[in-house]
């Protein structure tokens, strides 16, 4: 059971800035006053609260990168971060600019006002640049565009029906979103899975990341027009999903995992074919991956853009691949005790400089990785855990787990069976904030190349 | 008399109807190369017919400039189109003449009509095309021109139909002058046609767009003709580059049959070449095309090491 | 027709007297533009007839004036620009202080122009040619006369008197030696190699030819709108007119003297365009363009003097009437966009491009004047400065095709150089056109900004008529201007002369392509057009921030910032952990300034301090210099440098 400890306003700042905290969100106390809560990550995930009578709590903005969360909080809650000023919606769309976006201001500079309808098939995200033709000096990112309400849908639901709506939350990284929320669920019930569920877990989440990562190559390929690289690497994230489909009936893996159920072992043979199928793909990956790192004309884009360099990670609270392609070896499956991850260590690119050659190499190393897990986990026959009821339980639960963006966040409170508060913290939102940095330490033309080298998701951050 | 009219309508009409056939067969020859099946060479058409079919939009704000900004180049483009010289002696429209610097003139005339559409409507996406194209021409325009200089030095003029017999000469082909403009020209059909490594035709990305920026305002029949006017400029740099710089007979049948049998070569190449490479950082490719320009100066001093042999 | 621009002459004395009676102002600026008009009218039947009159070129010291056609060309062009700059006066100079001096002395500045090219003897030349020099300074001094105004003048005259010193000496030389009027001073020995150098700076200076030309861009800008046309216009041409005179008729230039004139001309060209490219305000833009275009005629100037000297008679003469027609397309053009400034001041208050915008429905002839005469500008057809851009680059190509390696370096670096001129000529008219006539107004000045008055109204329209007469006629101005070379047309001229399909005269293509450009747009777009908001990605009109000057010359810049070295400086204010505000700011700096006048300047001074040391205030101090002096002066005597 993760609990939830619930402090003072006085000792609020103190004690988080002596934690390490993996997000905040707002939610309403039992007495019925808002409070902010904030995710204590480390060996056991604990939640610290504190309470916002009259809407007001001190901001841990200048402590820690809660930019965005507090401006999340402010605008579905209607608190007031004291020294968070001025606040610029984020949730909320004001048509005045002043409301939302940073004065830039100076000679020549002008905006190019980007999204949310594309010319292309994208996701509705508008990126206001503030620029001097190519140069780009500030970009305001403005998400948010699509009110779907999850956390509400889900809130006031069983825990499995609640699980259904949070695995929907994107299709990208629709199984971590179900394995955190998975987690939390059963932190909140104090339950522990088995290793059989675990380890089919860990192989989905795997699975999952190596067609995302195979994706992310074949983007960033499409970024700068390498048609070759697009379409090879689009080619083996197919290869990667019909396994999925094979195994879980579904190229995305939509509840594959449950708090329920998991899917159970296809067959030595299928099993097996299966193995040799990803096995294959891993190795044309690495093949490909080595006709690209001698391609100049892809090089030469890649280098230098965007430059993420650590500390602007840890300054920025960057997670996932984006972390490690600057040489921060932070892996929240180093430490997963509901995964079965025996003697994993980070991997960092070998040239950790940050850039998107970085975030590219960073994909290829985690690839090799998840390729290795993967063979491993489907060498033996997957035996997940009889289905079990899940009760009508109370309590508090965080899960943790590594989605192929980064560390996703999921915290839930459940009263008496029910689902009161839902939170999920995805490693896009963590990242998105960066994308709008990395985006002035690149020119304009340059955008959607460092954009598709975090490769974050739009839909992961839709409230 | 009759006949020569019969021949230079027929001529003029296969001319300007052929560009977006040329543009589409680059666009399937390059889905073929990717491994993907894609549009056969006459989807373009089925473009235009659809675009014809549906109206115009004029933005709020904007003025003459927007309106009057596809006629325009279009005309001009057209122009340029009647220009390709397709033999010596072939058959001309009175007035036209088919001087090279003409063409190169036309086709400025065209960018800056855009340029200026752009303007009208200030908004972002045609600006930054405009300002890119505009930007790209400056090394584009002395890679053009040093392309001309090194075809005109052996020919003795400017006037296409002579660079053309010049071409068909085996003395033209023994001078190191023609060789360095061979390769420059590849450059200018990649420019000139907007391909990979220097733009991206098929990008849907706004923040990447050279020539397609400034459609993005356009509809209907301005984006018609537009869009005609892209698959036009693959009949005239790929003709110039044919007609000037590869070899073919010097008879007016033969010559012109030769030459235009290049143009789908060409394309093939075109697709080749944009396959094959990751479009260049802006900022980036204008070196590149300020180095083929040097490389025609390298043709020219060439020439002119060898004039007096 | 001589009797005609006497007359012409005399309506200008008048003309210039009026003003300085405050209610004959406009009167006086009449009759003026009478006299110019006349002036103008009779030069050009000079020009076209062919007969000379007045005095002949004598080596004599004895004031003397006369015309030929070459003399009556540059008298249309100067009228060409100073007719309608006198009209514009009348609208201008209300807002200037002490108009009618001012008026009185525009009259003179056109006296002293006519001057300089109908003047027949040195010291008639080199008197005139000092007048053109002041008067614009004092005209501009008594306009207006702050303590930048004070400066720019200052730069002015310091730098074309520095430049100006080898007018005197190449004029001198010449008129010492009897070449003027005489038999041309021979190509070899140190004289001629002497006289041609301190041409090429002297005229060059004044013309606005690199590196000595940073006067022009300080200048050109400060002086009442009017006169900054006839300066810009007419009186850089009547600089290259001095140089045309001395390398072409009064010597036989030295070999070099041809390549040198390219290059510079080239170099010239392309500097000059660049920094238009980037300046904010647009007189300031309009006079960096005219340096590129003297640039141009220089180029082309150089290559007809080195095709003469190699005896390539036909491609000499393309390239010299490129020279001459190129200089009246840009007088024509340059002319109108000065005075199209003028009225752009006077609406909207400002010059500076970032505060207009909008202006081409509110000020619709002023807008055809900048939109004609920019395109012009950018040498792109139909226009005439396409023509003259054409024949340029033929000269070029010809001198390419000179039997000399050197040829394919210096000839065939000419042409790309004007390739990129022509580049970014393209690249500063689309900011200029964009900045001043497009998009949405930038200030509330610029969206309540009203069409110029009926005098300035009328400039605008004799401006434009000026250039489509040019576009018109330039297939038979050509060849005529190419005859007036020495040497005349080769054999094969006419052929090489015959401008891109003109059919010999009149542009018949261009019609063609404007009649289909008016067919697709009226029958083929139709006239039912669906109303939209400009796409801004799904984003409310308010989310709408132009683009501005900076940004769209920005893609240039990222591809030359090693060469440009332009400056920006982002401040980024961070409080609390969040972002306040982000400050830009930035500007081109201009390396001729940075590294070749601020160092001269810094040495000068140093200089200075120097020879301070020297004013010791002792009497036998002064007396050992002076006899230190004479003591030099005798050996060099005996040396046989003097002479």
């Not at chain 2, 036209?96 to 559409?117: I, Q």
């Not at chain 3, 040495?603 to 002096?629: K, T, V």
Request: charged share 15%; with cysteine; proline share 6%.
């Amino acid at each position: 059971m993760a609990g939830i400890e619930r402090v003072g306003a006085d000792a609020w700042r103190d004690r988080v800035a002596r934690g390490n905290v993996a997000g905040l969100h707002a939610a309403i106390g039992p007495d019925g006053t808002p409070e902010v809560r904030a995710v204590l990550a480390g060996e056991t995930p604990r939640l610290l609260a504190v309470a916002a009578p009259g809407g007001v709590v001190p901001t841990l903005v200048d402590l820690l990168p809660a930019g965005w969360d507090e401006r999340e909080a402010a605008d579905l809650y209607g608190l007031r971060f004291e020294g968070h000023d001025p606040h610029r919606a984020l949730v909320h769309h004001p048509d005045d600019r002043d409301l939302w976006a940073t004065p830039v201001v100076g000679s020549d500079v002008h905006t190019v006002p980007v999204g949310p309808v594309h010319a292309g098939v994208i996701e509705s995200g508008h990126f206001l640049f503030h620029v001097v033709g190519e140069r780009v000096l500030h970009v305001d990112a403005r998400l948010f565009h699509k009110h779907r309400g999850l956390e509400r849908h889900a809130e006031g639901r069983s825990p499995e029906d609640a699980g259904r709506v949070l695995s929907r939350v994107c299709a990208g990284c629709a199984v971590t979103n179900a394995v955190a929320y998975a987690a939390a669920t059963e932190d909140a019930l104090g339950r522990v899975p088995g290793e059989g569920t675990r380890r089919v877990r860990t192989l989905l989440i795997e699975l999952e990341r190596m067609w995302n990562h195979l994706n992310d190559v074949s983007q960033i390929c499409a970024g700068v027009g390498l048609a070759p690289g697009t379409m090879l690497f689009a080619t083996l994230k197919e290869r990667v999903q019909r396994v999925c489909a094979l195994l879980t009936g579904h190229r995305f893996m939509f509840d594959a995992v449950t708090l329920a159920s998991a899917p159970g072992d296809p067959g030595d043979a299928a099993r097996e074919a299966m193995r040799a199928e990803l096995a294959a793909v891993a190795a044309d990956a690495a093949t490909a991956a080595r006709g690209l790192l001698f391609d100049t004309s892809l090089r030469d884009r890649t280098s230098g853009p965007g430059r993420i360099d650590a500390d602007a990670v840890r300054e920025l609270g960057v997670v996932g691949p984006a972390a490690r392609a600057a040489g921060v070896a932070a892996d929240s499956r180093t430490d997963a005790p509901r995964l079965w991850y025996p003697g994993f260590a980070a991997v960092v690119p070998p040239t950790p400089a940050g850039d998107v050659a970085a975030r590219l190499e960073a994909r290829w190393v985690e690839l090799e990785q998840a390729a290795g897990i993967v063979g491993e986990l489907l060498s033996a026959p997957l035996r997940p855990d009889a289905p079990a009821d899940t009760g009508t339980g109370t309590g508090h639960g965080v899960g943790i787990a590594e989605s192929p963006r980064g560390r996703t966040v999921c915290t839930v409170e459940i009263r008496g069976g029910t689902v009161r508060r839902v939170h999920l913290r995805t490693g896009s939102y963590a990242n998105w904030p960066a994308v709008a940095v990395a985006g002035t330490r690149a020119i304009l033309p340059d955008f959607p190349l460092v954009n598709k080298s975090f490769e974050l998701c739009y839909a992961c951050v839709d409230r | 008399m009759t006949g020569t009219a019969a021949v230079l309508g027929a001529l003029s009409v296969l001319a300007l109807a052929a560009g977006p056939g040329l543009a589409g067969l680059v666009q399937t020859a390059k889905a073929r190369l990717q491994g993907r099946r894609g549009a056969d060479p006459l989807q373009p058409y089925r473009d235009l017919r659809r675009l014809w079919r549906r109206s115009v939009v004029d933005p709020e704000g904007t003025g003459a400039a927007y309106r009057t900004a596809p006629a325009v180049i279009a005309a001009v483009t057209a122009a340029a189109v009647l220009m390709v010289p397709l033999g010596a002696d072939a058959p001309r429209w009175p007035f036209l003449g088919a001087d090279a610097l003409l063409v190169v003139g036309l086709l400025a005339t065209a960018r800056m009509a855009g340029a200026v559409s752009a303007w009208d409507t200030s908004a972002a996406f045609g600006m930054m095309g405009a300002a890119r194209d505009l930007a790209y021409a400056v090394s584009g325009e002395a890679l053009l021109l040093g392309t001309l200089l090194v075809a005109a030095l052996p020919a003795g003029t400017t006037d296409l139909r002579g660079l053309w017999a010049a071409a068909a000469q085996a003395e033209t082909w023994r001078t190191p002058a023609h060789w360095a403009g061979l390769l420059a020209v590849a450059l200018v059909v990649l420019v000139e046609t907007g391909r990979q490594p220097i733009d991206n035709p098929d990008t849907h990305l706004e923040l990447t767009m050279i020539h397609e920026g400034p459609l993005l305002e356009y509809a209907g029949r301005d984006l018609a003709m537009l869009t005609w006017v892209a698959g036009a400029r693959h009949w005239i740099v790929m003709g110039l580059a044919a007609g000037v710089f590869l070899p073919h007979p010097s008879g007016a049948a033969a010559g012109a049959v030769v030459t235009v049998a290049w143009l789908p070569v060409l394309a093939a190449a075109t697709a080749l070449a944009e396959s094959s490479q990751a479009k260049m950082r802006l900022g980036r490719a204008p070196r590149l095309l300020a180095s083929g320009a040097v490389l025609t100066l390298l043709g020219a001093v060439a020439w002119a090491f060898g004039a007096g042999l | 027709m001589a009797e005609l621009v006497l007359a012409g002459v005399a309506l200008i004395v008048i003309g210039a007297l009026l003003p300085l009676r405050r209610p004959l102002l406009a009167a006086g600026l009449v009759v003026q533009a009478t006299g110019i008009a006349a002036v103008g009218v009779g030069g050009a039947g000079i020009a076209i007839g062919g007969e000379t009159a007045g005095a002949a070129f004598s080596p004599a010291i004895s004031p003397a004036f006369g015309a030929d056609r070459l003399t009556g060309t540059m008298l249309a062009l100067i009228a060409g620009v100073a007719l309608p700059a006198a009209l514009a006066c009348i609208a201008y100079l209300r807002h200037v202080a002490r108009p009618g001096a001012v008026a009185s002395l525009f009259g003179c500045f056109v006296l002293a122009l006519a001057g300089v090219v109908t003047a027949r003897d040195a010291s008639a030349l080199l008197a005139c040619w000092e007048l053109m020099t002041l008067l614009p300074a004092v005209a501009s001094l008594v306009a207006d006369a702050s303590p930048p105004v004070r400066r720019a003048m200052f730069e002015y005259l310091a730098i074309t008197h520095i430049g100006g010193a080898g007018v005197w000496a190449a004029i001198l030389v010449l008129a010492e030696r009897g070449a003027i009027g005489g038999p041309p001073l021979g190509p070899g020995g140190a004289t001629a190699g002497f006289a041609a150098a301190a041409a090429i700076v002297g005229f060059g200076t004044k013309a606005g030819l690199g590196p000595l030309h940073a006067w022009l861009p300080r200048a050109h800008p400060v002086a009442p709108g009017p006169l900054s046309a006839v300066m810009s216009g007419a009186m850089v041409a009547v600089a290259l007119y001095g140089l045309v005179r001395v390398l072409f008729q009064w010597m036989l230039a030295p070999a070099w003297a041809g390549p040198a004139l390219m290059t510079v001309g080239a170099v010239t060209a392309v500097t000059g365009i660049v920094y238009a490219a980037m300046q904010p305000e647009l007189k300031l833009l309009l006079a960096h363009s005219t340096i590129e275009n003297m640039g141009v005629a220089a180029a082309a100037l150089g290559a007809s003097l080195w095709l003469h000297g190699e005896g390539a008679g036909s491609p000499a003469a393309l390239a010299f009437g490129a020279a001459m027609l190129h200089l009246l397309t840009h007088a024509a053009a340059k002319g109108g966009l000065f005075i199209a400034a003028g009225a752009v001041q006077g609406a909207a208050g400002t010059l500076d491009l970032g505060r207009l915008g909008g202006l081409s429905g509110r000020m619709p002839l002023t807008a055809g004047v900048v939109g004609v005469a920019g395109v012009s500008l950018a040498a792109l057809p139909p226009t005439a400065g396409f023509v003259s851009e054409w024949a340029v680059l033929q000269g070029a190509f010809g001198a390419a095709r000179i039997d000399d390696p050197v040829a394919g370096v210096v000839a065939g670096g000419t042409v790309l150089l004007l390739a990129v001129a022509a580049g970014l000529a393209a690249l500063t008219v689309a900011k200029m056109l964009g900045l001043v006539l497009l998009g949405p107004p930038r200030t509330a000045a610029a969206a309540a900004a009203v069409e110029a008055p009926g005098p300035m109204r009328a400039a605008g329209a004799l401006a434009l008529a000026a250039l489509a007469g040019l576009v018109l006629a330039a297939g038979w101005i050509l060849p005529g201007l190419a005859s007036m070379v020495p040497g005349g047309i080769g054999d094969d001229g006419p052929d090489l002369l015959d401008v891109p399909a003109t059919g010999g005269l009149a542009p018949a293509w261009t019609l063609a392509v404007l009649a289909a450009a008016a067919f697709l747009l009226t029958r083929v777009r139709g006239r039912s057009a669906a109303r939209a908001p400009i796409w801004l990605c799904g984003q409310p009109e308010l989310a709408r921030a132009p683009y501005t000057g900076a940004g769209f010359t920005k893609s240039f810049r990222i591809a030359v910032d090693g060469l440009l070295r332009s400056e920006r400086d982002v401040e980024v204010e961070r409080r609390g952990g969040l972002v306040h505000r982000v400050t830009s700011t930035g500007r081109v700096p201009d390396l001729v300034d940075r590294f070749m006048y601020d160092p001269a300047r810094r040495l000068a001074l140093a200089a200075a301090a120097h020879a301070r040391r020297l004013q010791s205030g002792s009497l036998r101090a002064y007396i050992a210099w002076l006899g230190a002096m004479v003591v030099v002066c005798l050996a060099l005597l005996r040396a046989g440098w003097l002479s």
